[in-house]
């Protein structure tokens, strides 16, 4: 009877830390982990059991979130799944989309291994029917629009078939697509189906060592039989309430993240220009770190991103099984997750979306939707940085202050309580925070305008103590001259 109880209260202790993660971390200065509270927890993980379907999802690969539905992209069965995510957290499925209404007869209303779907403004929908060879519109009631197919342009190369794989679109029904073998960035429609460019080509990488041998050391058949330099592609996006378009690659060498050049997060303004701000202690790449265990190695390869709100963006790292999230400035807030089998951690992390500040991840071997929620530690980092924006500084503050009640680590606290305190002019507290922290950069601006902001102050004083230096001197002088005279009478 002793035995069996020990044994019970093995596996309970085994249970308890299984559920229990803690996995969330950050960075310090000097690019150590640090542990953290949990900023998420899992709220529920949704098999087709919980979504009451008859057959199983089989790869699902995408997910788009649009006010509170969810649609689920099942890929390799031929259909989109729509659920209404409701307020007590539990989830409602409303139908499943496997067809469309269209009068043509010579197009085919039915999906071939769709990847994608995104919901418009106007609640116009865009499918990557990848298998098709098309983007399909159609309207909220599933009634056919029109079709984005291949482009009949020059600069579009036709040897390769067209399979289309992401989409998303801005207000004005503009799209950019994401298509197999295309390594010129987004294929990009207009409203009516024009094919007018390629949009928001990567940077070209190669190795100078293969350039120089190829420039300098082969003939001219040589080079045309050389596989030529290209740039990289994109594995998934997502459009902001501002029309950018934010963008993850995952098609870069280890020593480029290393050396500083890779580019895994983008954010694209209307010229494809990448705008994204860095002003972080370092880059948002991912782990700074890349830790070797369990067959996994190099940095992280972000599998998807999304965007809140609040221009927090939080990207989804299949390396690891991570997510990074970042605040507008490009500060890592928070970063969680790892790979495995138990909730929370994933095998095959593929898509990213959310439904307020509650994220929704797509696990395509795994064939589940995790659901998690922000923790009250979470909460009140988005807080603080939410309150910053707004211009209510103290309010921010008093957030950050709750922050370090329950996380003393957190850099970036003492960086929002510098910045509330700067933007109050207090200069002087915000030097004492950027100190604490070592932010050098900020620390000088705060001391710029505090030695300002001191010397006005002080301005009476210091030509009080200037003109005493000088004139006392000089009365002496005065005095000993005229002391001098009256001996002399």
């Known amino acids: ?38 900023a998420y927890r ?25 006010d509170n539905l969810v649609f689920l992209v099942d890929t390799d069965n031929n259909r989109i799944l729509e659920f209404t995510y409701n307020e007590n957290k539990t989830v409602e499925l409303n139908r499943i ?35 098709n060879n098309r983007v399909v519109k159609l309207d909220f009631d599933l009634n056919y629009i029109m079709t984005f197919v291949e482009p009949d342009n020059v600069i579009y190369d036709k040897e390769k078939s067209f399979f289309p794989e992401k989409v998303v679109a801005d207000r004005t029904g503009r799209i950019y697509v994401l298509a197999k073998n295309v390594n010129k960035g987004f294929v990009k429609y207009e409203a009516d189906g024009t094919f007018t460019n390629f949009f928001g080509a990567s940077k070209v990488k190669y190795n100078w060592t293969d350039y120089l041998w190829k420039k300098y050391f082969t003939t001219k058949a040589q080079r045309e039989q050389m596989t030529a330099f290209v740039p990289t592609e994109y594995s998934n996006a997502y459009i902001d309430s501002d029309d ?50 369990a067959g996994i190695k190099g940095p992280s390869h972000f599998s998807d991103v999304t965007v809140l709100d609040n221009e927090v963006y939080l990207a989804m790292d299949e390396t690891r099984g991570r997510i990074f999230a970042y605040d507008h400035q490009g ?14 951690f994933f095998r095959s992390p593929a ?13 395509s071997i795994n064939s589940s939707v995790t659901i998690l929620t ?64 070592r932010y050098r950069r900020k620390y000088s601006k705060a001391f710029e305008y505090y030695r300002k902001e001191w010397v006005e102050e002080n301005l009476f004083k210091i030509v009080l103590v200037i003109l005493t230096i000088i004139l006392i001197p000089l009365i002496v002088k005065i005095v000993k001259r005229v002391k001098c005279e009256l001996e002399t009478l």
């Open 351 to 363: 898509a990213l979306d959310h439904v307020g500040k509650d994220l929704f991840v797509v696990d």
């Open 42 to 66: 899992v709220s529920s993980v949704l098999y087709a059991d919980d979504l009451k379907l008859e057959s199983q999802l089989k790869n699902p690969s995408s997910i788009f979130c649009f």
């Open 331 to 344: 500060n890592l807030l928070f970063a969680f997750g790892n790979k495995g089998n138990i909730d929370g």
């Open 244 to 293: 950018f378009v934010y963008c993850v690659t995952k098609t870069f060498e280890d020593w480029d993240v290393l050396a500083g050049n890779a580019e895994p997060i983008r954010r694209l303004n209307a010229l494809g220009d990448d705008i994204l701000l860095k002003e972080g202690n370092e880059p948002p790449i991912g782990d700074q770190v890349f830790d070797q265990g």
């Open 1 to 38: 009877m002793k035995r069996l109880l020990l044994t019970l209260i093995f596996i309970c202790c085994a249970c308890v830390n299984i559920s229990a993660k803690d996995d969330t971390y950050i960075y310090d200065y000097w690019n150590s982990i640090q542990n953290s509270p949990d």
């Open 374 to 437: 922000p923790t009250e530690y979470g909460n009140l980092i988005y807080e603080a940085t939410e309150c910053f924006s707004k211009g209510e500084y103290d309010k921010s503050a008093e957030a950050w202050g709750k922050v370090l009640e329950l996380n003393g680590n957190y850099d970036l606290a003492y960086l929002g309580l510098g910045k509330a305190a700067y933007r109050k002019e207090n200069y002087k507290e915000a030097m004492h925070y950027f100190k604490v922290k």
């Open 97 to 131: 989309i496997d067809s469309f209404n269209c009068e043509d007869p010579e197009i085919i209303n039915t999906f071939n291994s769709p990847h994608d779907i995104f919901i418009n403004v106007d609640k116009t929908m865009f499918i990557a029917d990848t298998n």
